[in-house]
């Protein structure tokens, strides 16, 4: 059986960067960045006053009373302070040519002709030099970052309105199941509810692609081949149909058309399908819930990042803190739940294909090694993130 990195590396063969677009800053939240953000201007633009008080020239005089000479809003530009004067400042207003320090109006009596300043500052004090903040073509968010409103806050204050990002793959699912209804229908007969369309479609977008189409499909070859025509996406992902039974409908279909099938050494997700349709890179994930969600996990999330230029998250090694049962030859991905640093099992089920109302419960999945049959309280085990 191929090993769990051996099957992520020829997956992460098949796919490259695919490119990036020109995006408003509303709708840039949580997208890759993929060049540099530069400030078009200094920020501040000018020297501005960082309370509301009174611009003074410190080498004028002292505390005392002096004459108000004018008054400075934020956003008007001021006139030259008079030689023997102050002028009433505002938070964020332009420092008047000839003032050097501001003092706070809570240092003063607060009047608007006549002023009492009770404190006389250093040059300097209160003032925000221009360009304290961003130097003009500096950078200002540095690329690549999963963009978040601090940082397109930071790109308007710079004064661009736009980021370049990544573009978003573009995914198409395909889930088969002759068993399955959508949620919310009344079940009959052997059918259960298809839980896999959803979990790939929300992981889709959680990851940072597009879902361009997403189809459930029964158990029959020309139904399946019909879902895949004419698809326009940078990755395929299929569910279920994959295993060595009567009615594996993915593998029976593309296995003469350049998809390979075969066991990976996991659990749960052994068996797997992988290879190009039609020039598209395509993962066939089994059908059990979980597997799906793990595959999803372990293959595709490295795929999506690839293709938007950014590094797969790394693992955490963390300790065990109530230990486990693994299957020996095979690596197995077990749902756990982290509390003060430390893992636990989420399930009571083990790491079981099929315990997906389980998942909710999980924080994280532990990657268990082959070799290991019994993970101990005390030992210590690589965790994987279900999020970005």
């Known amino acids: 059986m191929r090993s769990v990195a051996e099957h992520r590396e020829d997956l992460l063969a098949l796919v490259s960067p ?50 108000v000479s004018q008054d ?25 040519e000839g003032a050097d320090a501001v003092v706070p109006v809570e240092d003063s009596d607060g009047g608007i002709g006549q002023v009492e300043l009770r404190t006389w500052p250093v040059v300097g004090r209160h003032v925000r030099p ?15 970052r999963l963009l978040r409103a601090a940082d397109l806050a ?60 997403a189809q459930r499909v029964g158990d029959g ?12 996406a940078d990755l395929i992902v299929t569910a279920g149909g994959v295993s060595a039974g009567a009615y594996d409908v993915v593998k029976e279909s593309l296995a003469s058309r350049g998809v390979t099938f075969g066991p990976v050494a996991m659990q749960p997700g052994k068996p797997q399908g992988w290879g190009a349709l039609h020039g598209v890179p395509i993962v066939c994930a089994p059908g059990n819930p979980v597997s799906v969600a793990v ?54 089920g083990g790491s079981g294909s099929n315990l997906v109302g389980s998942l909710a419960a999980a924080d994280a999945y532990a990657l268990v090694p082959a070799e290991v049959e019994m993970v101990m309280p005390g030992t210590t085990v690589d965790v994987m993130g279900l999020v970005p």
């Not at 490119?19 to 509303?26: D, H, R």
């Open 18 to 67: 695919i490119g990036s677009e020109s995006v408003l800053l509303s709708d840039a939240l949580g997208r890759v960045l993929a060049d540099d953000v530069l400030a078009a201007a200094d920020a501040p633009p000018f020297d501005n006053s960082a309370m509301d008080g009174y611009a003074i020239r410190v080498s004028a005089g002292g505390v005392g009373s002096w004459r």
């Open 221 to 232: 070859p020309a139904e399946l081949l019909r879902s895949l025509e004419g698809i326009e």
């Open 295 to 348: 595959t999803f996990r372990l293959f595709v999330v490295p795929m999506l990042c690839a293709m938007l230029g950014v590094p797969t998250p790394p693992l955490r090694r963390l300790p065990v803190v109530e230990g486990w049962r693994s299957p020996q030859g095979r690596t197995q991905v077990m749902p756990v739940r982290i509390l003060d640093d430390a893992v636990l099992p989420a399930t009571a």
């Open 154 to 213: 930071a790109a308007a204050a710079a004064g661009q309105p736009r980021v370049t990002v990544a573009r978003r793959p573009r995914v198409s699912i395909v889930v088969t199941g002759d068993e399955l209804a959508p949620p919310g229908a009344t079940l009959t007969g052997a059918e259960i509810y298809d839980a896999n369309s959803t979990v790939l479609s929300a992981a889709v977008r959680e990851w940072g692609g597009e879902v361009v189409s």
């Open 72 to 96: 400075i809003p934020a956003g008007r530009m001021p006139s030259a302070l008079e030689p023997g004067t102050v002028a009433r400042i505002m938070t964020g207003a332009p420092m008047p």
């Open 130 to 144: 221009a360009g304290a903040d961003m130097i003009a073509g500096a950078v200002v968010v540095g690329a690549p």
